[in-house]
């Protein structure tokens, strides 16, 4: 690997140096050669992968170290958090020049676990391990990993559970949070972290008049952009407190998350999440409120002299979110349509068939499918309301027509994904794990890579199937 540390030339009041506390029997669970390949590692490191991501190596470069930093959790002040499981290990160039953070989860106790073990469990970093590859390849900024391995130690939640670690990867590991703990408990450090994050992830900002400004900017309109690509592909995070944003606009701390099924747009994925403040629908407020409370955290670098100006300044940068959120979204979903972007009816077509999805709880995923293959009928036949599913067709076909339909139809198939990471093929893959067989974690690694591709002799049934209309919504532990 390039190594390009940088992250440990920060004040040191902002980390804390220690080693991994590696688990007792690790063992292989599942290795991404491809993500290792663009990161540039050698072919010692790749022979010596179950040592790095089970914490027994780490690198003379650099000293692995747990961040600190606070948040606002389900929209209260929490007060300090940091890395309770975590160490970033190491940064390194990938083959495009990129330094990329290597962060180990689940490597132990570290001075921010408040009332944690520091441990991760063999079920999470499976959703966490098969989440970030199944983003990825549909084209989401995401946290990605290179490996996890298992161990035969056992960790206590519910019940208990394997023990696991994951070696995750990311462009960013500073999160919204880390500026609330600066302003909260050493503000004298916030101008030159602040000037360090701009010339590190939004270099072009300093050649502004106004860098912060040109920062903030940078900031809402990449995690606008996040934001819609959740919403079109039916991604819910499930827990999008401050501490689990960055400022890159990259999907990050994978935990109670989930993709649509039958579409719910008020689902809730999160078993802690009781009043659904974090459901699918809710995603674009959440955010536009997280960006509110970062943007505030730069209110005291405003120039003494032009506080008011500063202030109506960055509530311009928040006012950004909406009109760039809904650009993106409403592109993306003409895309996933088949739809024109220049019609004027087009988005509101769009819309006409997510009513329809809603209304007949229909799989949203395999219904753009069905749409891309203009199996009109197939859908029509599990709608009730048939003569509101017909005016939707003529609707759209009727936008369609003098258009570049080959050309429409190539872009749909560029934007509907056949494969999305399904809870119930996460549990196949889990329940495998948990009797040492990671066959299903390879097929599903292998199905999600290609995610736009039809893979009849790869897939399974249930792969391309929403849950029984019966069957009860399903809820994801926060515990990991």
């Given at each position: 690997?390039?190594?390009?540390?940088?992250?440990?030339?920060?004040?040191?009041?902002?980390?804390s140096?220690?080693q991994p506390?590696?688990?007792h029997?690790?063992?292989?669970?599942?290795?991404?050669?491809?993500?290792a390949?663009?990161?540039?590692?050698?072919?010692a490191?790749?022979?010596a992968?179950?040592?790095?991501?089970?914490?027994k190596?780490?690198?003379?470069?650099?000293?692995?170290?747990?961040?600190?930093?606070?948040?606002?959790?389900?929209?209260?002040?929490?007060?300090?958090?940091?890395?309770?499981r975590?160490?970033?290990?190491?940064?390194?160039?990938?083959?495009?020049?990129?330094?990329?953070?290597?962060?180990?989860?689940?490597?132990?106790?570290?001075?921010?676990?408040?009332?944690?073990?520091?441990?991760?469990?063999?079920?999470?970093v499976?959703?966490?391990?098969?989440?970030?590859?199944?983003?990825?390849?549909?084209?989401?900024?995401?946290?990605?990993?290179?490996g996890?391995?298992?161990?035969?130690?056992?960790?206590?939640?519910?019940?208990?559970?394997?023990?696991?670690?994951?070696?995750?990867?990311s462009?960013?590991?500073i999160?919204?949070?880390?500026?609330?703990?600066?302003?909260?408990?050493a503000?004298?450090?916030?101008?030159d972290?602040?000037?360090?994050?701009?010339?590190?992830?939004?270099?072009?900002?300093?050649?502004?008049?106004?860098?912060?400004?040109?920062?903030?900017?940078?900031?809402?309109k990449?995690?606008?952009?996040?934001?819609?690509?959740?919403?079109?592909?039916?991604?819910a995070?499930?827990?999008?407190?401050?501490d689990?944003?960055?400022?890159?606009?990259?999907?990050?701390?994978?935990?109670?998350?989930?993709?649509l099924?039958?579409?719910k747009?008020?689902?809730?994925?999160?078993?802690s999440?009781?009043?659904?403040?974090?459901?699918?629908?809710?995603?674009?407020?959440?955010?536009?409120?997280n960006?509110?409370?970062?943007?505030?955290?730069?209110?005291?670098?405003?120039?003494?002299?032009?506080?008011?100006?500063?202030?109506?300044?960055?509530?311009?940068?928040?006012?950004d979110?909406?009109?760039?959120?809904?650009?993106?979204?409403?592109?993306?979903?003409?895309?996933?349509?088949?739809?024109?972007?220049?019609h004027?009816?087009?988005?509101?077509?769009?819309l006409?068939?997510?009513?329809?999805?809603?209304?007949?709880?229909?799989?949203?995923?395999?219904?753009?499918?069905?749409?891309?293959?203009?199996?009109?009928?197939?859908?029509?036949?599990?709608?009730?309301?048939?003569?509101?599913?017909?005016?939707?067709?003529?609707?759209?076909?009727?936008?369609?027509?003098?258009?570049?339909?080959?050309?429409?139809?190539?872009?749909?198939?560029?934007?509907?994904?056949?494969?999305?990471?399904?809870n119930?093929?996460?549990?196949?893959?889990?329940?495998r794990?948990?009797?040492?067989?990671?066959?299903?974690?390879?097929?599903?690694?292998?199905?999600?890579?290609?995610?736009?591709?039809?893979?009849?002799?790869?897939?399974?049934?249930?792969?391309?199937?929403?849950?029984?209309?019966?069957?009860?919504?399903?809820?994801?532990?926060?515990s990991?």
């Amino acid at each position: 690997m390039l190594f390009q540390s940088r992250y440990n030339t920060l004040d040191s009041k902002l980390y804390s140096q220690q080693q991994p506390k590696p688990l007792h029997g690790a063992k292989a669970g599942h290795f991404n050669l491809t993500l290792a390949n663009d990161l540039q590692w050698s072919d010692a490191e790749k022979t010596a992968w179950v040592d790095i991501c089970s914490g027994k190596q780490t690198f003379d470069v650099f000293s692995p170290l747990a961040m600190v930093y606070a948040g606002h959790q389900f929209g209260h002040w929490a007060g300090q958090l940091g890395d309770g499981r975590g160490l970033l290990i190491a940064q390194v160039l990938d083959k495009n020049n990129q330094v990329i953070d290597l962060h180990l989860k689940g490597a132990g106790s570290t001075p921010y676990s408040r009332s944690g073990d520091g441990r991760a469990v063999l079920r999470s970093v499976i959703r966490e391990y098969l989440a970030g590859h199944a983003l990825n390849a549909l084209g989401i900024a995401s946290s990605n990993a290179v490996g996890f391995t298992s161990s035969l130690q056992g960790v206590q939640r519910e019940t208990l559970e394997p023990g696991a670690m994951l070696l995750r990867t990311s462009d960013c590991h500073i999160r919204f949070g880390h500026f609330e703990w600066i302003n909260q408990y050493a503000p004298e450090l916030l101008n030159d972290f602040v000037m360090q994050c701009i010339a590190w992830h939004s270099p072009e900002c300093l050649e502004q008049d106004q860098p912060i400004i040109a920062f903030a900017h940078a900031v809402v309109k990449r995690t606008a952009q996040m934001i819609a690509d959740w919403q079109a592909v039916g991604f819910a995070h499930g827990v999008m407190n401050t501490d689990n944003l960055n400022i890159t606009g990259s999907t990050l701390d994978f935990g109670p998350f989930g993709f649509l099924e039958r579409f719910k747009p008020d689902w809730i994925n999160n078993h802690s999440d009781h009043q659904g403040r974090y459901c699918y629908q809710n995603q674009p407020r959440m955010a536009h409120w997280n960006l509110s409370i970062l943007l505030n955290n730069l209110m005291p670098l405003a120039p003494s002299t032009q506080k008011e100006a500063f202030k109506q300044q960055l509530i311009a940068c928040l006012a950004d979110f909406e009109v760039t959120f809904l650009k993106y979204y409403q592109e993306k979903m003409c895309l996933k349509m088949g739809l024109p972007q220049f019609h004027k009816d087009s988005f509101d077509c769009a819309l006409h068939f997510l009513h329809i999805l809603q209304r007949e709880q229909l799989d949203y995923t395999q219904s753009f499918i069905r749409l891309q293959e203009q199996q009109f009928t197939a859908l029509k036949d599990d709608c009730i309301d048939r003569d509101g599913f017909d005016a939707f067709i003529t609707c759209y076909q009727n936008i369609r027509t003098h258009q570049d339909q080959a050309q429409l139809n190539e872009r749909m198939q560029q934007h509907n994904p056949r494969y999305i990471l399904r809870n119930q093929m996460a549990q196949q893959a889990i329940e495998r794990a948990e009797c040492d067989d990671f066959s299903e974690v390879e097929r599903l690694f292998d199905l999600l890579a290609t995610p736009f591709t039809p893979q009849p002799q790869r897939e399974h049934a249930s792969d391309v199937q929403p849950p029984h209309a019966d069957a009860s919504e399903t809820a994801i532990s926060c515990s990991s």
